[in-house]
């Protein structure tokens, strides 16, 4: 059962929501842009607002990468490894960055500043290898780039 | 006569088309093979192929389901269409040429058989679904010989079936068993996520309880959200998933168990009235699964969780199977031979009459046993016992429906078929819970609804009909219990006053002049909804906003239950529907009509062989000097042509000390019968009670004789369902007791002196055929070849009648009839404030004989008494806690379950355990017509209690002492 707090930040979402034609994926846009990820315990409340079952809730939410059922880091740091960018180097910015963090895919630094996902493509195959920080895009990644980002996020 | 054996694969009527067929009526010819097909617009190129013989290899297809192209195995090629379509998503096109079997198209079927194999695993010898798997098949038929993939030198490859790497590190993939439901398991290791599971789930059963999660290789199939099992999803356990699985993904736990059937007999479940149809599949005598036959009519294939896995009752240890007597009711109970038990019993029985007169024994026909067993038991009580003391637990459920309908349509019965839901545009249920009570059909309508038929649900309480996943009535009127007759009153004004009925049906069917009269009733302002609405609770504006939408919406069917049937006003109420239905002109096609929804699998039927004190079979009055004749005739003895007692009437004159013995067969009046008090007085008053049953029920606490009875699948006969179709009961295996429950009314009545000579129950149905007029046309032979039939059907429906009253009423004119509402004399006071009104759920029925004794218990273990969060804070009352539950008649003791389902002032519970006796609180009104209780209203308080009532802890303890059985003599 969600708490008091929960339930009232989630009747302000689906208020928003209310009478929009397919209205799941904006919603659950809403709860990850509010809470950071979307809470287990509010799968129950959407399914009742929209009269349909927590089952059909839960295949929307896994079936999308972007939608995550813990807290990220501070900042999420994202790597290309659509094949583009994997021609000119992906994998090794991938690795550096592995071994940079201490994390793999998904994985969040300890200290809770930088979580690490793989993307495939962001449109910039001609200045690959590409990487996204929080939502902005970064082109020509290299070493030297990848180590200031990682510091500037504070890893 | 020859048992209907099937082959449990692949055989007649067996084959599994693929997609669902078109209702089209354009015709389209195309080439398949260099076969020339015809088939409806609409097929798919997939199914036009099986119809011309030709299976084309499918894994994610199933023609109940729609089609959805993920599996890629039905490829087939068509002349002058680029690549390879998937031949379920095609439509058939006139001219087509199609070829189901190129060297392009088994090359792609082998690659792609080669990928899913590559994630199976190998364990085809071991595996429960061995011999009946459609990936084993399809394996074999796409001629999959070799699997080239390989694991990397010291890796292995990525897949979901094993728990560990070669190198013994856990596997991420790997998913263990589901085993929380107790009837199946769920085995992610061998999911070829087809989809199948989670489509039957929202097309066939319509709860949407599964889904595919993640996305890629990473799709599963899950019950429910993140860390929820089957039994905590919202599974209903309707085993459709199961069905539809073509792996051991989803396996019922017998197969696992016991191995893969051998045989199939068709048969009929026999839970409640919508008489599904289900194969038994067996090893030798052994059943394995109960599984929904697809050409059953009443059921298209779907079942629910009592007829799919709740059958275990029948191996049940408590199961009594010898007889058994006593001379009194403090006795044990000593088992004797059939003969001694039958002699003792015949012996009894005439004495009584001998001293107290003909008319002091009667007896109860039951809605649970065959049409056959039913005739010759109300046979018996006719011609041997030589009265008409016969009743039937239709008494106390839907003897108003035969009232009704009969005084307004001519025929106690329902007028539609199942299918004919899928067809109507606006449906009002009224006292009725499908989802629990009647599950297939409400699958049915929930398909029909989210399709956009519109719903109007009238009932005290939130039923899930009124709102879950994907479907919504747009109109709940929650009225207060008892209220019926003013809420329908109200309707039927709006629809008069603003002129909204059919005038021209009603013309042409029903007698003006008497419609005009019946206007002029229903016009007078105290019917307005906003008249009423101090009365029922119902919101006017949201009344008028239905009673326009019935009317006109297109197709309006009504469909109703016990909520309408069990009150005081019970027939007024029928006729009120019936009134409703007429004057919207919503009888005689499909779509339409009234439909009642019947509670037990043969109450139809039961209704039908006359059990009731007034009517000889085919509802025709014992004073009928022409029909007595009939029956005189050919049973050799004299029927009296005074009606005999009804079943509360018999338990007066027993404690009157009028009425002496009784022939109970398969029902528990103790426990089922309202005022539970009084009916222990009856039977404790009588010095022969003879209790014919599965189980020493509650009613045999007060038995003198317990005759053991046989179980559905141990008999030969048919059951009538709802929609008056006669369906077959089939003889599976040997009955444990020793004999048919045919067979022991039989011994009696011959021990009775009856000369009766029937070797099969094929016999006494072709003397009900020839005895009455609407079953003229019925025999065995003809239900082997049909499957079944819908009666009437005789010389002028050779075919039966799915849908009545089509060119005019059974009874000539369909007659409107004054519908005055009368509160019932059961009122809230300062004592007794809350209405009680009692139902039932999903996983029980009636009063759980069956159903307690099965695995079901998992789901509903105790009773509870759901109660208003007003209420009960009131009170003092938090969920889970003890309550006492007490009206004027009495008292018990059961926890408190908190939900705004109820209305403030409402309170609900459910009748299936003895050990709450909810009858102890029920009253003894009943119908002003049928003397059918009325369960539904009782005034009643609820507070705080510490436990069980002293009546319940009495109770026990006599049932505990009534229930001991010496042990046999050596």
């Avoid at chain 2, 059918?932 to 069980?948: H, I």
Wanted: proline content about 5%; overall charge negative.
């Amino acid at each position: 059962m969600a708490d008091t707090q929960t339930t009232q930040t989630m009747q302000h979402i689906l208020a928003r929501h209310k009478g929009q034609e397919g209205p799941l994926l904006p919603i659950l846009h809403s709860v990850q842009a509010e809470f950071g990820f979307i809470p287990g315990d509010v799968v129950q409340i959407i399914a009742d607002d929209l009269n349909i079952t927590r089952a059909e809730v839960h295949g929307v939410i896994t079936f999308y990468h972007d939608f995550r059922d813990a807290p990220a880091g501070k900042h999420i740091v994202k790597i290309c490894r659509a094949e583009a960018c994997q021609a000119v180097g992906g994998n090794a910015i991938s690795e550096r960055a592995f071994e940079k963090l201490g994390v793999g895919w998904h994985g969040t630094t300890t200290n809770g500043a930088v979580t690490l996902e793989p993307v495939y493509c962001l449109g910039l195959c001609a200045c690959g290898p590409a990487a996204m920080v929080d939502n902005k895009v970064v082109g020509r990644v290299d070493a030297d780039k990848l180590d200031r980002l990682l510091q500037e996020a504070g890893a | 006569m020859k048992d209907f054996i099937i082959p449990t694969r692949l055989a007649n009527g067996d084959i599994d088309m693929g997609t669902p067929a078109s209702k089209s009526d354009v015709m389209v010819t195309l080439t398949i093979d260099g076969f020339d097909v015809t088939v409806p617009e609409g097929t798919s190129v997939m199914r036009a192929s099986a119809e011309a013989g030709i299976q084309v290899p499918k894994l994610c297809a199933s023609d109940n389901l729609e089609a959805f192209g993920s599996c890629r195995l039905c490829v087939v090629e068509i002349e002058g269409r680029r690549g390879t379509p998937a031949s379920c998503t095609t439509p058939v096109m006139d001219g087509m040429v199609v070829t189901t079997q190129s060297s392009k198209v088994k090359k792609i079927r082998k690659g792609v058989m080669e990928l899913y194999i590559s994630d199976h695993p190998l364990d085809c010898l071991t595996c429960a679904a061995n011999g009946d798997c459609e990936l084993q098949d399809m394996a074999g038929m796409v001629g999959l010989r070799d699997v080239r993939y390989e694991a990397p030198k010291g890796g292995s490859l990525a897949n979901h079936f094993e728990a560990r790497s070669d190198a013994g590190a856990p596997n991420a993939q790997f998913i263990p068993k589901d085993d929380s439901n107790p009837y199946f398991t769920y085995d992610p290791a061998k999911c070829i996520v087809c989809s199948r599971c989670v489509r039957a789930c929202e097309e066939v059963q319509g709860t949407f309880a599964l889904t595919i999660e993640g996305s890629g290789f990473n799709s599963r199939v899950s019950a429910g959200a993140a860390g929820d099992d089957f039994m905590a999803s919202d599974c209903v356990s309707c085993g459709a998933c199961v069905q539809a699985c073509p792996t051991a993904t989803l396996q019922e736990k017998s197969v696992i168990e016991m191995g893969t059937p051998e045989r199939s007999v068709i048969t009929t479940c026999a839970y409640c009235g919508v008489g599904c149809s289900f194969k038994a599949e067996l090893n030798g005598d052994e059943l394995v699964r109960m599984v929904p036959y697809k050409h059953g009519e009443a059921n298209r294939g779907h079942s629910c969780v009592k007829g799919r896995f709740a059958w275990g009752y029948a191996n049940h240890s408590d199961r009594i199977l010898n007889p058994m007597i006593r001379d009194k009711v403090t006795d044990p109970w000593r088992e004797v031979s059939w003969d001694e038990a039958i002699s003792y019993t015949a012996t009894k029985l005439r004495d009584l009459q001998a001293r107290h007169g003909v008319k002091s024994i009667g007896g109860i026909t039951s809605s649970r046993c065959t049409n056959e067993e039913t005739y010759l038991v109300q046979k018996m009580i006719r011609s041997t016992f030589g009265n008409n003391n016969t009743d039937t637990c239709a008494r106390v459920c839907h003897s108003p429906t035969g009232y009704g309908l009969k005084t307004t349509f001519g025929t106690s019965a329902g007028t539609q078929n199942f299918d004919s839901v899928e067809e109507t545009d606006v449906v009002i249920i009224i006292g009725a819970n499908p989802t629990d009570g009647h599950p297939v059909f409400a699958s049915r309508l929930k398909k029909r609804l989210r399709q956009g038929a519109k719903l109007i649900v009238i009932d005290p309480r939130r039923t899930d009909i009124v709102r879950s996943a994907h479907i919504e009535a747009q109109h709940h009127l929650p009225l207060l219990p008892g209220t019926n007759v003013a809420v329908l009153s109200s309707i039927a004004h709006v629809i008069v006053t603003e002129g909204l009925m059919d005038e021209a049906f009603i013309r042409e069917r029903c007698d003006w002049d008497e419609f005009a009269h019946y206007a002029e009733f229903i016009s007078d302002p105290r019917h307005a909804p906003e008249a009423t609405a101090m009365l029922t609770g119902v919101d006017a504006g949201e009344l008028r906003a239905a009673a326009k939408l019935f009317a006109t919406g297109g197709n309006g069917s009504i469909y109703y239950g016990l909520g309408v049937t069990e009150h005081s006003q019970g027939s007024t109420t029928v006729m009120a529907i019936a009134n409703l239905a007429m004057m919207t002109g919503n009888l005689g096609r499909n779509g339409v009509g009234v439909n009642p929804l019947r509670g037990q699998n043969n109450v139809q039927g039961a209704c039908d062989m006359g059990s009731f004190p007034h009517e000889l079979p085919g509802y025709r009055h014992v004073s009928d000097d022409a029909t007595r004749e009939v029956f005189e005739a050919i049973w050799g003895t004299k029927v009296d042509p005074e009606p005999g007692l009804r079943i509360p009437n018999m338990l007066d004159a027993a404690v009157d000390g009028t009425f002496k013995g009784i022939y109970i067969q398969g029902e528990d009046i103790l426990q089922s019968d309202p005022d539970t008090k009084h009916v222990k007085a009856g039977l404790e008053a009588m010095e022969c009670v003879i209790v014919h049953d599965l189980f020493l029920n509650e009613t045999a606490n007060y038995a003198h004789v317990f005759l053991p009875g046989s179980t559905f699948l141990e008999k030969d006969g048919t059951f009538t369902n709802a929609e008056r179709r006669i369906n077959r009961v089939r003889k599976v295996m040997a009955p444990k007791n020793g004999y048919a429950d045919w067979e022991i009314t039989m011994m009696l009545a011959n021990a009775m002196g009856s000369g009766w000579t029937y070797t099969h129950p094929s016999q006494i149905m072709d003397e009900i055929a020839a005895t009455t007029p609407g079953f003229a046309n019925v025999n065995y032979e003809m239900l082997e070849v049909r499957g079944s039939v819908q009666w009437p059907c005789n010389d002028d429906k050779p075919d039966g009648s799915p849908i009545m009253h089509i060119d005019g009423f059974a009874r000539g004119k369909g007659q409107f009839i004054i519908t005055e509402y009368v509160a019932t004399d059961e009122r809230t006071g300062p004592r007794f404030p809350l209405l009680l009104t009692t139902g039932r759920i999903l996983s029980q029925y009636n009063v759980g004989a069956q159903t307690r004794r099965t695995d079901n218990t998992v789901w509903h273990e105790e009773d509870l008494l759901e109660i208003h969060p007003h209420d009960a804070e009131v009170r003092g009352i938090r969920d889970g806690q003890y309550v006492r539950l007490a009206s004027r008649a009495g008292e018990t003791s059961l926890r408190a379950q908190i939900t705004d389902r109820v209305s403030p002032g409402v309170v609900y519970t459910t009748f299936h355990h003895p050990d709450t006796q909810a009858n102890v609180i029920t009253t003894d009104y009943s119908d002003w017509a049928t003397n059918c209780p009325e369960y539904k209203v009782t005034a009643v308080q609820v507070a705080l209690s510490n436990g069980p009532s002293d009546w319940q802890e009495d109770y026990t303890a006599q049932a505990e002492q009534s229930r001991r059985i010496l042990p046999a003599a050596e």
